[in-house]
């Protein structure tokens, strides 16, 4: 492909999607224009940051730095001082993104983001902005504001009700229908205005694999000629775009922000911690619904999904851990970790201090300890459950080694890229 001396992107996210997935449709017909261009570019294999969820992934690409440089280490954080749940956004996020550094003074670029995860709420730029999940209200979504009344036309939503998707699963494929669709008609009225850079970010993928990602290889399965028939859906959209990008000489990437697998067991960290004594509960208060009436006594707690904090003193009002024992509890709490076992297997691939993943300004607000699992061992907070591993609605997993990437520019990579990595690349780019 030639591209023009001005230099534009195209950024298409397909949240979610593993790269084993992504070829095996292509393979198979059912995505025959990624198949088309996986012959010509190539699908290359990239990692998540640790945790593997949406907000640490996404927010690490958007600003093409590690979650050290950024501060997002999950959907949630801890209050030190009373222990209530915090949520970060985009108004708090302490660092820029790629679009609002090549929209400043000097090179003025002019990007289009839409429904990108971690963007609530929209923060003023120099184009326009429709923030991704999680938003909880459209008004505050949107930049510029002007343009809330054809979203509202347009029954424009953010995301879909996963309530359904726990129960009626024909409504669930419904509603994942309409969203896209809805999503990729108002791309087509943004695509046509001035722009630099766009990011178009599908996330209902996420959504699908979390409650159907079963259906997905099983033909015996009532929803899975829904769940290709949507992939279907997805390659057309890719398609089309794709071949514009193509006839004006615009380059593109494809890309997800961690991959899926099959769920086994959901593992509840806080349990674990409680059944060894690292974690206690102020008797009387009834069963925990959160942190906030953990103990002096409490040496460790747990975050979503994988995240472990050593309850330090001076850190944490409660906190009574000495700094001299910081390391010994770690190591010991790693060891405990790694030996664990689910029905004779072994639930955790590698433990990671903070230290070894990540680096910059906000190493400080990071996990002391992060989890991975090995493949179909979710590894979740459970505070809130009665025992130590077990069974829900959810039929899949994020993991974090299998992303992937379609790139038709060329962007000089490492083998298996971390997902900032890629941002790096296009904030140099530009």
């Known amino acids: 492909m030639l591209f023009k001396k001005k230099k534009k992107l195209m950024v298409l996210g397909i949240d979610g999607a593993p790269y084993e997935l992504l070829k095996n449709l292509a393979e198979t017909g059912v995505m025959p224009n990624v198949k088309k261009l996986i012959e010509k570019y190539g699908l290359k294999k990239t990692k998540a940051p640790l945790p593997e969820v949406s907000s640490v992934s996404w927010t690490s690409f958007m600003t093409g730095m590690n979650p050290g440089e950024n501060g997002i280490f999950g959907f949630m954080e801890i209050n030190r001082d009373d222990y209530s749940y915090t949520f970060p956004s985009f108004r708090t996020l302490p660092v820029q993104a790629i679009w609002e550094v090549i929209g400043g003074k000097k090179t003025k670029k002019r990007s289009i983001i839409i429904n990108l995860p971690g963007t609530y709420p929209a923060r003023p730029m120099n184009g326009i902005l429709v923030s991704g999940f999680v938003a909880p209200d459209l008004d505050k979504s949107v930049y510029p504001e002007s343009l809330l009344p054809l979203l509202k036309i347009m029954n424009y939503q953010v995301d879909v009700d996963a309530s359904a998707g726990k129960g009626n699963k024909k409504l669930f494929i419904k509603e994942l229908n309409h969203i896209l669709d809805s999503r990729y008609r108002f791309f087509n009225k943004m695509a046509g205005q001035k722009w630099d850079l766009f990011f178009f970010i599908i996330t209902e993928t996420d959504r699908l694999h979390h409650f159907l990602f079963d259906a997905l290889d099983n033909p015996d399965s009532e929803f899975h000629a829904e769940v290709l028939a949507y992939y279907g859906k997805i390659d057309r959209i890719i398609g089309e775009i794709t071949h514009d990008m193509g006839k004006k000489g615009i380059p593109f990437i494809i890309l997800s922000d961690h991959g899926f697998v099959k ?168």
């Not at 409490?298 to 944490?316: M, V």
Request: neutral net charge.
């Open 263 to 430: 769920i086994k067991q959901e593992v509840y960290l806080s349990q674990y911690l409680k059944e060894w004594g690292y974690l206690e509960f102020s008797p009387g208060t009834g069963a925990p619904k959160n942190l906030a009436n953990i103990t002096e006594k409490t040496r460790i707690f747990a975050l979503d999904p994988s995240r472990l904090y050593i309850h330090l003193e001076g850190k944490y009002r409660r906190g009574r851990v000495k700094k001299g024992q910081y390391r010994g509890l770690k190591d010991e709490i790693k060891a405990r970790f790694l030996d664990l076992e689910i029905e004779g297997e072994k639930v955790i691939r590698d433990v990671f201090y903070k230290e070894d993943i990540y680096y910059g300004p906000y190493l400080d607000n990071a996990p002391d300890l992060v989890m991975l699992s090995h493949y179909g061992f979710d590894l979740k907070s459970g505070i809130t459950k009665e025992s130590l591993y077990g069974r829900t609605f959810f039929q899949g997993m994020h993991s974090q080694d299998n992303s992937l990437l379609i790139d038709s520019y060329g962007f000089e990579l490492r083998e298996h890229p971390y997902i900032y990595e890629i941002g790096e690349k296009l904030l140099a780019y530009f």
